[in-house]
């Protein structure tokens, strides 16, 4: 299978500073910032290397209902953007970087990014989520190589992959205007051939990449096309889809939860991938097993824990409502693959009740997982 894929991008030829400056650039839009600083430089801030203050409102507790402008208040909330551009950090070293960042200080930030050259094994990854629980940071990010590669491939910033690394995958820099059009002509046909905005959710949409010399057949392969749940049009200038979706335990009044890993009902088993062999495929011989756990909850607490991966409008190249014969019935969105994925790096987990009539949706909070099945396997 050929889809588009970028040579790896040398960081180690950037000299400390200047990756620093490289993350700061692409944090800019990542939060609603008053300030974002880079305090590195300045040699303070005990090793520091950007502090940034987010501006968020939240609701008054005390309010007139006749004077709407006194129902939110702003809130101050400090952040901490830790940059390391080193060829490996292990878990040891990410609870040391952590301590060395937050204890010292008078004040534990509301938020911590760490983002660094090189790619975090998963035990480094779990060592920075437990850590930061630990200290009750409240909301934090970890940034390997991997994942700041897949921010300056995204077109809005090329002006950074250009200036930075002299590399440009814009061989012709839009205007605003012609961009704008593109996207809302892009938007045009998604509303028409699959649904508008407020019916969008749990529309079956079939996602290919644009090139690959074998399609439909796969040969035993993993697909990388594939046939999706779309959840809404956010956030703007995308259309999200469950990419995973667990059964899953959920206590509503403590929002404590658990989810059993074995089966991922996103992979859906209806309509079929042609070529696919479901019968040797090990996630749906987990299925009745996954399903008979959790059919035992009491209805109240049963759910599901979602993953919604979206696409940007601008690697939509082409919306085909017909289809084709080998995987048909509902609209193809053929999409610009970088590195396998059609996807834009974040992910937002949510749960949701199973119980229509509940209707909740809540973001998953995994400083109140529970452990309920790691040993279901």
């Known amino acids: 299978m050929v889809t588009r894929t970028i040579n790896p991008i040398h960081f180690e030829d950037l ?91 008078a004040l534990p930030p509301y938020g911590y990014i760490l983002a660094a050259s090189t790619n975090f094994s998963k035990k480094a990854r779990d060592t920075f989520k437990y850590k930061l629980n630990e200290l009750g940071i409240k909301e934090f990010y970890i940034f390997g190589k991997s994942e700041i590669e897949d921010l300056l491939f995204l077109p809005k910033y090329d002006h950074l992959l250009f200036a930075y690394f002299g590399i440009s995958l814009q061989k012709k820099r839009s205007s605003i205007k012609s961009n704008l059009s593109s996207q809302l002509a892009t938007k045009r046909k998604l509303i028409k051939h699959i649904s508008d905005l407020s019916s969008i959710k749990h529309k079956i949409i079939f996602i290919r990449p644009a090139n690959v010399l074998n399609y439909p057949k796969l040969n035993g392969e993993k697909p990388l096309w594939r046939y999706y749940e779309a959840y809404e049009y956010m956030p703007f200038n995308c259309i999200s889809v469950i990419a995973i979706k667990h059964y899953a335990f959920i206590n509503w009044e403590t929002e404590e939860w658990d989810y059993i890993d074995i089966y991922d009902s996103a992979f859906l088993r209806y309509p079929e991938i042609f070529d696919f062999n479901y019968e040797k495929d090990e996630n749906q011989l987990n299925h009745n097993k996954a399903w008979e756990i959790w059919n035992k909850l009491e209805d109240k607490n049963k759910g599901f824990y979602i993953e919604l991966k979206s696409i940007h409008f601008d690697r939509i190249l082409q919306v085909d409502e017909i289809g084709d014969r080998y995987n048909s019935n509902t609209p193809h969105l053929i999409v610009d693959y970088i590195n396998d994925s059609p996807f834009e790096n974040r992910t937002v987990c949510i749960l949701e009740s199973f119980n229509n009539t509940q209707n909740k949706v809540i973001e998953a909070d995994f400083s109140k997982k529970l452990n309920l099945y790691k040993n279901c396997t």
């Open 15 to 105: 000299e400390p500073h200047r990756f620093e400056d490289l993350i700061r650039q692409l944090m800019y839009d990542f939060k609603d910032w008053k300030s974002i600083e880079a305090t590195g430089k300045l040699g303070s801030d005990d090793g520091i290397d950007i502090l940034a203050i987010e501006n968020n409102f939240e609701e008054a507790d005390n309010y007139d209902d006749d004077n709407y402008d006194d129902k939110f208040i702003l809130k101050e909330r400090v952040w901490i953007i830790q940059c390391k551009r080193e060829k490996a950090i292990s878990p040891k070293k990410v609870e040391s970087i952590i301590e060395n960042d937050i204890i010292k200080q």
